[in-house]
């Protein structure tokens, strides 16, 4: 991010005061866009990873149940 100059509050113009606002508008977008980024980041991804650790411990208790019911067949 580059800086500006600070503008003396004695000589700041309308023109100047609307460029700061036109700025912090910007931000202010910029922050929602990056916050819609983060909830479809949670809702996908986060989501998806649950679904994949549910199915590996399900893999696990079913390998572990037929390894346990291996060895009591010895």
Known sequence: ???QPRIA???LT???LDSLH???DAAEARVRELEAEVAH???VVVGDL???NIRLQ???TRL???HSEGAAGV
């Open 41 to 43: 980041y949670e809702e």
């Open 14 to 16: 309308s023109d100047a």
């Open 50 to 52: 649950n679904e994949a």
């Open 64 to 66: 572990t149940a037929g």
């Open 22 to 24: 036109a700025r912090l």
């Open 1 to 3: 991010m580059t800086t």
């Open 58 to 60: 399900r893999e696990v």
């Open 9 to 11: 509050l004695d000589d």
